[in-house]
């Protein structure tokens, strides 16, 4: 059995890095005492995985964590706590808590799941993600201009950076969705699915497309999708209505 | 070169709404934000005086630092103060602070540094002075004290540094000697009642009369300074009020300050990113090298419940899974197994805590503490028997026999470990090449010693080139050339050149220069790092930052000469610069142990031996705490020898009036 995690990341919290996020969820799964499992080793390390890698600064409303649990210490829907929670048992919703309690002011759990461990990560399972946006130093008109433009093009050509050189690749077919969703204090908000296969594309590179010369603002991931027998789902839904 | 007071002054409560467009464009962007752990986000008392406690390095290096967590906790706790935290931004930060005219700002909630009474940066090296003037630079406040005006931030500094104020005198309104816990409270109160009058003009000065005021507490303004040509005359005060010296402030018993209580979490990964847990303070083994054993006297342990509280307390609230048992040497704390033990069989921990022990004395690191520390994750090890041969090792009064060692790295191997740290210093007081190269005949022999054990065996060897400090009795010593520092790695890098388990690293020999310019320097050297910070020369303790050529021509262009503050061996009867400042120690005990050291002899631990009255204890009325009247693993300087029977020590210990037990 796992633990299948889905937490938000919002505020001044956007610009921990992404493994400085796994530290942080170590510690606040050591401090519930949620009997997670060692890889074996000189140099044990708790054993955990991620959805897809958030980019430093980005914020997200949708972040996934897989925790493997120590079967013995799981029956049904109920986890039997070690450690400092010594022989509490929890189900998921006071594992929710217990977990928003531990972890710093901006990381929130907003759902949580005892279920069995499937096959394949979730990081290869992910195929978009959803994305909101805001561009500084942009106009609305111009940015709706260029979604528009950008919507009925065929091909879409960005500057990518690959080792030494830099090559034109095509990104339109990575693009789900593309609107405008008003202005925020910053400027322009956009709403977009991008694709996460073959290759993640990131809001960063749509800003160069729909505003040249101007900056992205906040990014915020809201959602990842996967499929599930021929149905495009979120791993999970949120439980709660989301602080931010 | 840069401009003086470049910042204009804001009256914003939170930067945050400017800093937040830059962070993405800066490496790190989280060691900006605050949000640790610990932190408090809404401390802001209007009518409260507020502190702003500056690390003058890197977030990464400071957050650990216990000092500045601690006072900043106590701060907090009182209802007249509250404290935040800065630290200093990293050179891509600082230009895009500089080019948005962002001032230097506290990471808890982002409010400028000028808006706040008292800026105090904590000296934990030498290296760091230039970070010291670029932080009140960027703080929008005049570098020189002089040109401060009434309502301009107090700048003060504290830590093992101050005990040379000299250097800084002319960048900060008020140094603190020794222990923080109490005096922070005195200067508080004073502050409070400056603040509640408005700071009105020609205040200034009176407040700096009032600091002067508190014992602990020096102020360079408040003293003239008296040249004999190159020679030092005399610090003296310049009203009658004012006291000739200053003494160091120390705290009794290290039980009545439990803290950190609240240890900060960091969001992004910092040195020493574990618990810490300071087990005591101070040091009397009386390395004649080591300016924290002679400073920082006597010992105060912590009693064994209270650690195990704050171990157990700490893990539990942080969910770190390393602990540090904090202290100048660890392995020396009454029952120090017992605790290491407690902690690893914690039922809240899982048997998944990890125990570090920094700082280890070879003598005292026994099978059973390696046995202990191996249950969990092994942590690094790292001994620091200082110098490679006997003779060194006597001159030094670091009294630890080469089979002390052997014992301790055989109890290392024979526990799982595959490698272990030693800490060498070269350039020490009449070291030859025979001594220099003994360092590789040791790590060589501990290898050999792995070997029995692991085919994986190595050893680590850290070295630094010896930078004499004050208030010890090396503070007469000329320091090395660099020439001569090279020379001397060299000879370790060829000889060891082919031992692919033995790996080499050392400190750069320029960079002990500098060091060595601050560490002993007068008020005159001043100048110098205001000219080294002009030219750019911030971040010294970073190699790719450092730049000698600087310091030389900071020097040149101040008139002083490297030869005569760095090299030069100094007289019984020349004034110090830092003569002025109590650490305890007498001045003629200092002298007559740099005399025993040249003559070869040896001096004992007083915490188990009776008091040979070096001054840290009887000029302040105050004692060693320590739980056991037993010296770990025998012997008073932990060579397994009992000092009763002097014949059996391998050291002449040298006589002294009033003392027993040392013929």
Redesign the interface.
Known sequence: MRLRIRFSKLGKVRFVGHRDVARIMERALRRCGIPVTYSEGFSPRLRMSFGLALPTCYESEAEYLDVPLNPDLVQDQTVFCTGWGQGEAHNPTELQDALNKALPNGFDVVALTIEPKSKGSLQEAVLSCGWSFDIVGAQTDGVQNAIETALNSSVIEVDRKKKNEIVREDIRHGIHELRLDGESERGPLVVAELSAKPRVIRPSELVDVLAPGAELGVAKRTHQWIETDGQRIEPLTPSNSITT | MRARGGIIRLQMTSL?PRLE?V??RVE???R??????GAN?NIYKPDATSWLLTYPDTYEIGLPNQGLQILYELLNERPDAFAERSYAPWTDMEAQMRAADVPLFSVDTHRPANEFDIIAFNLSAELVYTNVLNCIDLAGVPVRASERRDADPLVGAGGHCAYNPEPLADFVDFFVMGDGEEVIADITEEVQEWRQSGKPKGSREAILHALALIPGVYVPAMYDVTYDNQHLLAVTPRHNDIPANISKRTIADLADWPYPRNQL?P???VVHDRLNVEIFRGCTRGCRFCQAGMITRPVRERPASQVREMISAG???????EVSLTSLSTADFSGIEDVVADTIDD????G?VSVSLPSLRVDAFTVGVAAQVSKA??TGLTFAPEAGSWRMRQIINKLITEEDLYEAVRAAYSQGWHRVKLYFLTGLPSEMDDDTLAIADLAENCVQIGLEYTKKASVTVSLGGFVPKPHTPFQWFGQNQPEELRRKVDLLRNRLRKNKRVHLKWHSPEASTAEGITSRGDRRVGSVIEHVWREGGTFQEWSEHFNLELWKEAMDASGLDIDWYVHRHRDEGEVLPWDHIHAGLHKDFLWQDWQDALGGYGIEDCRWTPCYDCGACTEYGIEHVVASPAPPNGGSQGTGQDLATGHLVPVQLRPRAGVGGSQ
């Open positions: 945050w467009p962070l993405p790190k962007p989280a900006y934000i605050g949000c640790e752990d986000a979490v969001l992004t990964e893990l539990e609230r942080t969910g770190y899974d039922p809240g921990t899982c998944r994750r092994r």
